[in-house]
T-cell receptor, first 114, second 118 residues
Framework: DAKTTQPPSMDCAEGRAANLPCNHS???????VYWYRQIHSQGPQYIIH???NNETNEMASLIITEDRKSSTLILPHATLRDTAVYYC???????????????FGQGTELSVKP | DAGVIQSPRHEVTEMGQEVTLRCKPI?????LFWYRQTMMRGLELLIY????????DSGMPEDRFSAKMPNASFSTLKIQPSEPRDSAVYFC????????????????FGDGTRLSIL
C-alpha cells in the first residue's frame, strides 16, 4: 500500500471549515483513499473514502486531486467534538485483496478551539 | 444496530498471568481484525480473519499471542504468559465484503480493551 504524509497537528476555530491535507504521491490506480479519526480513548471511526471522484457524506467531504497524488478532508463546520487524530490511509480495496489491510500512520492531531 | 463489542473494557493483571480479550463483530460481517495501539508504535494490525479463518497473522508479536474465531460472532485474543510490554489498548474491528463493485466496506472498530500488565 502507498504511504501517506500528513502534518502532525493543526488548529481550527469552532464553526470554521477544517481542511486536512494528505500527500500520497505513490498511490496506484486501484488504491482508494480512506479517512478515519480517533477521538481520545475511543476506537477509530470511519469518515469517508474515495477513488478519484470527490465524495461527500454527512460527516465530511473528500477532495482528491486529478493526479490523485494528494487529497483534502474537509469538515465544513468544525465543532469541539471534532477534536481528534485524523488518519489518511491508502489501500487496495478488492475482494481479492485479502480484506484490504489498513496501515495507520501517525495522523494529524486536529484541535478545534472555541 | 449494535457495533463491535469488546470485553473487558479494562484489564489489570500481573505479569505471567493469562489474558483473554473478547470481541463480538457486527452481525453479517465476514472480516475480523485485531489491532494493538501503543504510544511508541501507534496502531498495528496483529491478525485478521475472513469467514472465521485466519488470513494474515504476520503482525502477531510472538508465540505468546494467539487468536481464535470459533464462529462468526465471536473471537478471542489470548496472551500467555503476559508481560509488562504487552500493556496497550487492543482494538477489534469488523467489515464485510462489498457486493457488486468488489469493494471492501470500511472497518468498524470497537471501543477497545485497555490492558495493563504489572
Amino acid at each position: 500500500d502507498a504511504k501517506t504524509t500528513q502534518p502532525p497537528s493543526m488548529d481550527c476555530a469552532e464553526g470554521r471549515a477544517a481542511n486536512l491535507p494528505c500527500n500520497h504521491s505513490t498511490i496506484s490506480g486501484n488504491e482508494y483513499v480512506y479517512w478515519y479519526r480517533q477521538i481520545h480513548s475511543q476506537g477509530p471511526q470511519y469518515i469517508i473514502h474515495g477513488l478519484k471522484n470527490n465524495e461527500t457524506n454527512e460527516m465530511a467531504s473528500l477532495i482528491i486531486t486529478e493526479d490523485r497524488k494528494s487529497s483534502t478532508l474537509i469538515l465544513p463546520h468544525a465543532t469541539l467534538r471534532d477534536t481528534a487524530v485524523y488518519y489518511c490511509i491508502v489501500r487496495l480495496s478488492s475482494i481479492y485483496n485479502q480484506g484490504g489491510k489498513l496501515i495507520f500512520g501517525q495522523g494529524t492531531e486536529l484541535s478545534v478551539k472555541p | 444496530d449494535a457495533g463491535v463489542i469488546q470485553s473487558p473494557r479494562h484489564e489489570v493483571t500481573e505479569m505471567g498471568q493469562e489474558v483473554t480479550l473478547r470481541c463480538k463483530p457486527i452481525s453479517g460481517h465476514d472480516y475480523l481484525f485485531w489491532y494493538r495501539q501503543t504510544m511508541m508504535r501507534g496502531l498495528e494490525l496483529l491478525i485478521y480473519f475472513n469467514n472465521n479463518v485466519p488470513i494474515d497473522d504476520s503482525g502477531m508479536p510472538e508465540d505468546r499471542f494467539s487468536a481464535k474465531m470459533p464462529n462468526a460472532s465471536f473471537s478471542t485474543l489470548k496472551i500467555q504468559p503476559s508481560e509488562p510490554r504487552d500493556s496497550a489498548v487492543y482494538f477489534c474491528a469488523s467489515s464485510s465484503t462489498g457486493l457488486g463493485q468488489g469493494v471492501n466496506q470500511p472497518q468498524h472498530f470497537g471501543d477497545g480493551t485497555r490492558l495493563s500488565i504489572l
